[in-house]
Structures are given as structure tokens and as C-alpha cells.
């Protein structure tokens, strides 16, 4: 049901690693320098030093730095476009009525048309008939359970996509509190402890909850700003070292880019919980550990990787990951009967007196390695 939307960030995180392998070829050719040339062999002096003269004219150069840090950006933001469109689409297909949506893509859907329908010259690089934009709006209107959003509008967004207008973007899509619910995440939460060295989870927690979105993502902001600063300067006066951005910055956006799925597939479950589309577990055993919960299966197929919804006591919602599933001891990739008591082991915080909900059968996930 989701593997387009698990597929994006495995897309996002093949490009980090393609920016990684950059500085890693940048750090080989450092290396390099260090080589003896007299040490050579003569017939290949005069080849390796001309290789040698090019790589430090070249290292320190501010194409490559501004070639790093607008495709760190580009890969960032075109991540972001990508899976909101796939979580639009995503209503439709699982037969969420338009007029169930939430109430900011309704009110967005017909304002951004519109503004699409009497400014469509704002619009020409995104390959949009209005033709296409009109009728998909009128099955929207007149045929409540078969229609197609104009998703391609709905994400539109001017300038940079820094904390503020981050922020807006996923309201507008019905989102709110994006940074909010990224820090309650598990594993933004460990990533957070882990860089400012602080061991006390409940600490960690403290301090998310109670700074500034400015002081806790400021990475992607920097980010932005570099960006700016290099499109209109092209020489940025207080460079970052190559070191920084991969260690540094590329496994905040690893980790960022993680959260933010997870968000979506939240927000996903949430709506089809509203819609009364998930199977409810009757008969729960017990938890284990926080982690593992026994229960009965009922007539669903529960498949490995899929996802569990789990609903607090204070009717908060979660999506969580189905890390393993067992039954009578041995681990399996789904269930194979009907009423068969089975443990399952989730990616978050579970309790006795959570409520754990599913959805569907034959649920295909992209695994995520």
C-alpha cells in the first residue's frame, strides 16, 4: 500500500549517498598529494604531474563547494515535492471521499486552482494543461469517491524550503506541527541524545520540547542559507569544510528525511482511522518490553514491515513498523491462518493500554535496508 511513499525516501537517501561518494572522491584525490613524485617511475612522471597539478588546483575550489551544497539542497527539496505528491495521490487509491480530506487541502485544492486558472503564466515550467487542472478539479466536486487531486498545485511553494516555509508547505497539505511531531519521533529523538551527547532519553525529550524549531534544525536552515548565499554571490566568505557537510550535514538530512516519512505515514493512518477504514484487535494479550505486543489476529493477514496503528489513551495516533512478527516461537513474514495468537514487535513505544489497529490484508511495504 505505501511502497511508493517508503520508496522516496530510499530515492532521497541513494542521492545522499551519491553526494557522500563525491566528497569521498574529492578526499582520495587529497590523498593523493601527499605521494612522492620523484618516487615515480620516469616514463610516468610528466602524466602524474599534471594529474597532480590539477587535483590542487582543484581542491579547494569553490565549484566543487558550490557544486556540493546545491545538490545537497536539490536532493533535499526534490525529496520533499516527491513524497507530498505521493501522499496526496495516496487518498484516492485507498478510497478516502474528497470531502473527508482534511479541511486545509479541501480549502487549498480550490484556492491554489484558481490562482493556477487566472495566473497560469506562474506556472509554466510545471507542465500543467488547463484542461487537465479543471476536469481533475470537477471530479473532485461532483464525484466524491473517484477523483484525482491536482497535487502538482497543491505543493506549490515560492522560495527555499527552510524551517518557516517548510512548515507552511505541510500545513497547507494538512500537516501541521510538522517540526513539532519530528521531534517526537524515536529516531530523531536517539539522533539528537547522540550528537549533543546527552545519554538521559527523558533529557532529550526536555530539551526538543522546549527550544526553538531555529535552534533544533538549524542544519537545514544553514543549509538554505549557504544556497542563497552561493545563487546570488557565488563566492560564500565563511565556508564549511567538505568534512562537515558529509558527517555532519548529510546525516542530519539521512536522519530529517527519515522523520519526515514517518510523519507521512502517520498522517495517512490517522486519516484512515477517522474514516473507520482499520481493523481494530479485539483480543490483546499482553505487551512486552514496550516493544512487543501478543495479541490475535483476527481475519487479518499481518505482513512483515507493514505497518501497526497504535492509539494512546490520549487519542494520539502512530503508525509503527512491524519489525518482526513470531508465532509459537518462530519468526515468520506473515500469517498464514485466521484467529492465530501471535507476538509483534514494533519501532515504537507501545502499552498495555494502547489500542492497536490494521489495515487491509496482503500489504506489500517497501523494505527499507
Known amino acids: 500500500m505505501l511502497e511508493d511513499i517508503d520508496k522516496e525516501l530510499i530515492t532521497f537517501y541513494n542521492r545522499l549517498d551519491s553526494i557522500k561518494e563525491y566528497i569521498n572522491l574529492i ?9 612522492d613524485i620523484e ?6 612522471k610528466e602524466q602524474f604531474s599534471k594529474i597532480i597539478m590539477s587535483i590542487k588546483n582543484n581542491k579547494n575550489s569553490q565549484v566543487v563547494y558550490n557544486a556540493i551544497i546545491i545538490s545537497l539542497y536539490s536532493c533535499y527539496e526534490n525529496y520533499i515535492d516527491s513524497i507530498l505528491t505521493k501522499y496526496l495521490e495516496k487518498f484516492s487509491v485507498l478510497n478516502i471521499p474528497y470531502k473527508k480530506l482534511p479541511k486545509q487541502i479541501l480549502d487549498n485544492h480550490i484556492t491554489f486552482v484558481g490562482n493556477f486558472l487566472s495566473n497560469n503564466h506562474r506556472y509554466k515550467n510545471y507542465e500543467l494543461e488547463q484542461a487537465d487542472v479543471i476536469n481533475n478539479l470537477n471530479n473532485c466536486l461532483s464525484n466524491d469517491n473517484e477523483y484525482h487531486l491536482n497535487s502538482r498545485i497543491l505543493i506549490t511553494h515560492s522560495g527555499n524550503l527552510g524551517i518557516e516555509a517548510l512548515n507552511k508547505l505541510f500545513t497547507q497539505v494538512g500537516i501541521t506541527n510538522l517540526f513539532g511531531k519530528i521531534k517526537e519521533n524515536k529516531e530523531y529523538s536517539n539522533y539528537y541524545g547522540i550528537q549533543n551527547e546527552i545519554k538521559d532519553e527523558n533529557e532529550v525529550k526536555r530539551i526538543l520540547s522546549n527550544s526553538n524549531d531555529e535552534i533544533i534544525f538549524y542544519i537545514l536552515q544553514d543549509l538554505v542559507n549557504r544556497r542563497n548565499g552561493i545563487a546570488h554571490t557565488w563566492n560564500e566568505d565563511e565556508r564549511i569544510s567538505i ?5 555532519k550535514y548529510i546525516e542530519f538530512f539521512i536522519i530529517f528525511g527519515k522523520s519526515i516519512h514517518d510523519v507521512i505515514i502517520s498522517e495517512i493512518y490517522n486519516i484512515l482511522y477517522k474514516n473507520k477504514k482499520l481493523f481494530e484487535f ?5 505487551v512486552i518490553d514496550n516493544k512487543i505486543v501478543c495479541l490475535n489476529n483476527g481475519n487479518q493477514k499481518i505482513i512483515l514491515n507493514s505497518y501497526l496503528y497504535v492509539v494512546k489513551t490520549t487519542g494520539k495516533g502512530y503508525a509503527m513498523r512491524i519489525e518482526n512478527i513470531q508465532q509459537n516461537n518462530n519468526d515468520i513474514k506473515k500469517t498464514a491462518k485466521n484467529n492465530a495468537d501471535i507476538g509483534i514487535k ?4 507501545i502499552k498495555t493500554s494502547d489500542k492497536f489497529f490494521y489495515f487491509g490484508a496482503d500489504i506489500q511495504v517497501w523494505k527499507i535496508e
Do not use: M, P, R
Open 243 to 247: 568534512e562537515t557537510i558529509k558527517e
Open 27 to 35: 578526499e582520495t584525490e587529497k590523498e593523493l598529494l601527499k605521494i
Open 282 to 286: 479485539k483480543i490483546i494479550h499482553k
Open 346 to 349: 514494533v519501532d515504537g513505544y
Open 39 to 44: 618516487s615515480e617511475k620516469s616514463n610516468f
